[in-house]
């Protein structure tokens, strides 16, 4: 089926603009995929498609607020933060899926930041299972190098240099195409040049208590991922507290020859072949 555009609107008046995938036949879950901080809601879209076209599952993709589609006036006044985007853009668009699809098993998906605040909901009521991608607990020292220059760069001089000049982050400065605001920027910042305490002790986020789920947790690494290493990634699963599982699977791109997985390109088409990794629809678990 063709995709379709949502609209999710909460009481207090934030508006998300979305989209859905389903297959032909009911779906037996749908996926909420909470995307990384800069990526464009499209970039998913071959991902999404596959989910509804070969594995039977609806998939929720959406734009957190103040991300895309914002003017640069407001931009600048943005004050939006990372627990707006992953704690409350979230549970709006879960708690939509839920009215919209009753009864259907909630899968939820977190690419980078979205996997990190996945681990932070205040309510996991109705989440059948959790998966992270390319999410971990890192610092800028513990980067590759070269890539630990760029990172230092990027956190210290041109991203502090690029809000100074016009007000927000742009998105050509991370290469990726959507606009950051300024609030978003240096908490980011703050959580990855600080190792795993910034974000574990961050006290503006939900305390989350994951031994009252069912949900297994599936944490995914790529091995030639600069940005989140597989060590750094595994040691998520410490925001996971009392989790009653938790998978850790480390792609690598040698298995079927692909050029790169890395931080991103693991959701791009050339990648197709490790999807149903990330997923791992074939095993029995709660909403399978």
Known sequence: MEPQKLTFESADGVRLNGTVFTPEQPPKAIVI?????GVPERFYRHFAAWLAEARGLACVTYTYRDMEDTSPKAMRRSRVTMRNWGIDDAQLVRDTVRARFPGVPIWMIGHSIGGMLMSKQPSLEGISRAITVASGLVSHKEHPMPYRAAVWLFWFVLGPLGIRAVGYLPGETIRLGSTVPSTVFWQWRKWCTSGEAGFLADDSLPRS????????VRIIAMTDDPICPPATAFRLERAFPGARE???????PAREGVKELGHLSVFRP????????IIDDDRDAPGA
């Open 33 to 37: 995929l909470n995307g990384a901080t």
């Open 209 to 216: 208590d994951w031994s009252q789920s069912e949900a297994p």
């Open 246 to 252: 938790v998978q850790k699977v480390a792609l690598d």
């Open 270 to 277: 050339a990648a197709a072949a490790y999807w149903p990794d």
